[in-house]
């Protein structure tokens, strides 16, 4: 006989209990209230025994079996025992009909792998399908039940496909252990899956929207990825499941989301964990993974300027027993912009495979493939007596300039649980994106008397490779009255940047192809030259470290988290000639560097839904942005760039954490100040160039900047059906300390690019019951303020998107089908923001503001 799973989970008539002791107390005659109890008690115990054999309707939505039982058993008056561990990944279909309990636990079930067996008339457990029909087996046999939890509430499971909640309860970035964020000392914020839905959201600075202190700068529609800021500080890389993606040409990838289960946000730094991280923070891609249960979705998407995408979801078991899982994504995009001469297409396949060695061992296959045929587009503005000459925003003074970028991943992990207190991760992730602008024609100068730009003509190829290995140990265990949760790690990361730069020229300088009307432009198309290797550039950066940590729970609620972290870098920058020659020159030697990093955390508990908490942290890693002008040799040639010194920071944090309305709405209110040291700005000074770039390719390492301020964000359900997320930061970001380099910010300014004041609001509604069942509305609003360049000579304005949305669900025999409507930009606002004058060639690189746009979408889950 097969043993029964082992949590039970515990329902009674709570209506019936609480009349019987509400006239236990209020009849005064004894011999009548006993009577009266006797009756209500018979009434009771018969209302309980007719729970198997009467028939009643059940209304219980498609969600996970374990919420879909426990609402069963709600329902039905029945004890149920079973593991919630066992079905945390299986689906239940929707149920609506008149059944007796069997009938209703035989639909539940259906394909689950699980069948039922009455112990009693009041008590059902769950067992494997494979084991002896019900009938067959003795009631009696002794039922072992090793680990018992009484279950009140229902705890919807995060990874369900239908879950549909904006607030989740755990994260794992800010320390690698899945704890509580009501637990964290930390500044933690998720946005879950179903945000992505209601937003349609197709690229990460869209979601990041919903994160204060968060800001971007997007390639909009164009691939030409995005770069991001977190409390001031900019960052390239991107975390997927905790593996680090660098890119070193100052661009992030354009993240797909057909496979993206949630997004993390840490605030502060993260380095004690993951390594060389940017102190503002990490984002952290959180994937769909296998399910037991079968499930299929199809999307399909369409919108403005000529936006096609669909995306697919399907998971299911490969084998009878679910040793065998898989999940496959996959999404195809073709899209215009309001730019001219751009177009996108994108093709994206994520395969995934988990084999369930064993209840304790599992290990998992995975893999990425993203091919996207685009175009490049700088944009840029005639810019004279510190003023911007306005231009329409679809106005493009390049060519139709070709960019490929393909990308690969590869990653294996495996896990296995020692016992209930012990387990142990390693992960193994290769990524590869490969960069291929072959011929790209771009404003070099403007010339403001004839209205003309003289363009010139360049080529680059982009090679960035990333491999890492991850080795987590995981325990739990007591000293005394202290509970310990023990994060013992070590990692590997090896970072290698190579990139080709070529001119369509014979000298060492890019050349004038061809001049175009700012005003009416007449595109001659790109020229009839062919490339040549003008200058190599490459980077390789070994990274090295081992970590621990331990979060202790203490008596009244109060957590206290500490931990450190040995860093070792190794990083050698290396220039290279027309033949591609690579050498290590004497005045730019490998760097060598390591640190010991801390990070301590205190939180206290203080009420269920009230947390207060505090931290410090420091930072320490090689500097990823670009190289420092190498000088010029005695024939006044530019020597080769140099490499960046190393960057650290210190930042302290309080803050606080409550829940309201039974943990559905979540608000976080922090303060921080975090001061960073060697942080890359943009060289101004005109006649700087690095390894073969133009203007503004070299970078200068400020002596130090100070970030600080308060940070507000809320998220969750205030109604059933009624979500919001309310973001607020105000940052004060300014250099301290300047090292005197030629170009370097000057102490008291503002930090280029990082506005004052950022917040955001996104609410919806979904009718719950009645005619209007299944319809959703709702709508937001993003204010960032204004920003200044790097000198803090010009000002970008600062702006406003209103978004809207409308959405109707229904279901149609056994699928769910959702109509969707989101309108961007509503109020059809012009803007131009971050823009950085480059005065000696009369024009500003700038972004334009993506128009008005329309998106709608029909998906299917099934």
């Known amino acids: 006989m097969s043993e029964p799973l082992p949590i039970t989970c515990k329902t009674v008539n709570s209506v019936a209990l609480a009349n019987i002791r509400k006239f236990a107390v209020a009849e005064p005659n004894h011999k009548y209230r006993q009577l009266r109890l006797l009756t209500l008690l018979f009434l009771f115990l018969g209302n309980t025994a007719l729970a198997d054999d009467s028939a009643q309707h059940y209304r219980i939505p498609a969600q996970s079996l374990n919420n879909a039982l426990m609402q069963f058993a709600a329902d039905a008056n029945l004890k149920l025992l079973f593991s919630d561990a066992k079905v945390s990944d299986l689906n239940a279909k ?22 039922y067996r009455f112990i009693d008339e009041h008590t059902v457990t769950l067992e494997k399908a494979r084991t002896p029909p019900a009938s067959q087996l003795n009631s009696s046999d002794p039922i072992t039940l090793p680990k018992v939890s009484v279950v009140g509430n229902t705890i919807n499971d995060v990874k369900d496909p239908y879950n549909e909640d904006y607030l989740l309860p755990n994260a794992t970035s800010g320390t690698k252990t899945d704890t509580p964020i009501m637990e964290t000392p930390l500044n933690v914020q998720v946005i879950s899956k179903q945000v992505l839905k209601d937003q349609q959201v197709i690229r990460l600075d869209q979601a990041l929207n919903n994160v204060s202190g968060v800001t971007t700068i997007s390639g909009n529609d164009s691939g030409n990825g995005d770069a991001w800021f977190l409390r001031g500080f900019q960052t390239n890389t991107l975390f997927r499941n905790g593996f680090r993606m660098d890119n070193f040409n100052g661009f992030a990838n354009s993240q797909q989301f057909a496979n993206v289960e949630s997004v993390e946000v840490l ?31 199809l999307t399909q998407q369409f919108g403005s300027y000529d936006l096609f995408r669909t995306s697919i979801d399907a998971t299911s078991p490969l084998t009878k027993d679910d040793t065998l899982l898989y999940r496959m994504n996959a999404s195809f995009q073709s899209n215009n912009t309001f730019r001219d001469q751009i177009k996108n297409e994108d093709v994206f396949l994520a395969p995934i495979m988990k084999w369930n060695i064993s209840p304790r061992t599992q290990a998992t296959l995975e893999m990425e493939y993203q091919h996207q045929n685009t175009n490049f587009d700088y944009q840029v503005l005639p810019f004279a007596n510190n003023k911007l000459q306005n231009l329409p925003p679809n106005r493009n003074l390049n060519e139709r300039n070709p960019l490929e970028i393909e990308e690969i991943f590869a990653g294996l992990n495996w896990s296995h649980q020692f016992n209930d207190d012990w387990a142990i991760k390693h992960q193994v992730n ?39 290995t991850i080795l987590d140990l995981t325990g739990h265990f007591k000293t005394g009255f202290l509970d310990h949760t023990l994060l013992l790690g070590g990692d590997y990361y090896r970072a290698d940047f190579l990139q080709k730069s070529l001119d369509m020229d014979y000298g060492n300088d890019p050349v004038t192809v061809s001049s175009i009307n700012i005003d009416n432009p007449i595109h001659p198309g790109q020229p009839d030259l062919n490339p040549h290797i003008r200058s190599s550039f490459k980077q390789n950066v070994d990274n090295y470290g081992l970590y621990l940590q331990d979060q202790i729970k203490l008596p009244y609620n109060v957590h206290v988290m500490g931990g450190f972290r040995y860093q070792y870098i190794h990083q050698v920058t290396q220039s290279g000639d027309a033949n591609g020659i690579f050498t290590i020159a004497d005045y730019n030697p490998p760097t060598t560097a390591d640190a ?12 269920k839904w009230l947390t207060l908490y505090s931290n410090y942290a420091e930072n320490f890693g090689a500097n990823p942005f670009g190289v420092a002008f190498g000088g010029l040799d005695p024939s006044g040639n530019p020597l080769p760039g140099k490499a960046l010194p190393p960057t650290s920071a210190q930042q302290w944090e309080i803050g606080s954490k409550a829940e309201f309305f039974d943990g559905r709405l979540r608000a976080t209110l922090a303060y921080y100040d975090l001061t960073k040291q060697n942080v890359a700005t943009t060289d101004y000074i005109a006649g700087h160039e690095c390894n073969g770039g133009g203007p503004l390719s070299c970078t200068v390492a400020v002596g130090a900047v100070r970030s600080k301020g308060p940070e507000l964000d809320i998220q969750g359900e205030i109604l059933p059906g009624w ?57 937001g609003v993003k204010l960032i303020d204004s920003v200044l360049d790097g000198l803090n000579q010009f000002k970008s304005p600062g702006y406003a998107l209103v978004g809207l949305l409308a959405g109707y669900s229904f279901n149609v025999g056994k699928s769910k089908v959702t109509a969707q409507f989101n309108i961007d930009n509503l109020l059809d606002k012009s803007y131009i923001f971050n823009a950085v004058p480059i005065s000696d060639a009369n024009y500003s690189a700038v972004t334009f503001s993506t128009p008005r746009t329309f998106m709608g979408s029909i998906n299917i889950q099934y």
Not at 597 to 607: D, E, F, K, M
């Open 723 to 779: 979500n919001v997320i309310a973001t607020y930061a105000n940052q004060d970001v300014r250099v301290t300390k300047s090292n005197d380099l030629q170009g370097a910010a000057v102490v008291g300014n503002r930090l280029q690019l990082t506005p004052r004041n950022i917040s955001s609001v996104w609410t919806t509604y979904e009718a719950q019951n009645g005619e209007l069942k299944g319809l959703k509305i709702g709508g």
């Open 430 to 468: 290769f990524k590869r994106r490969d960069q291929n602008l072959p011929k790209i024609v771009t404003v070099g100068f403007i010339n403001l008397d004839n209205r003309q730009a003289d363009r010139t003509v360049s080529a680059t190829h982009i090679n960035n490779d990333t491999i890492a």
């Open 267 to 297: 605030k502060g730094p993260a380095a004690i964990l993951y390594g060389r991280v940017e102190p503002g923070g990490m984002v952290n891609i959180v994937t769909k993974q296998p399910k037991a249960t079968p499930y299929y979705s």
């Open 94 to 115: 929707p149920l609506d009909g008149i059944l007796t309990p069997k009938q209703a636990l035989e639909q539940l079930l259906q394909g689950s792998g699980y069948t």
């Open 596 to 607: 010991v990093t801390p990070r301590v955390g205190l939180l206290w508990q203080a009420q």
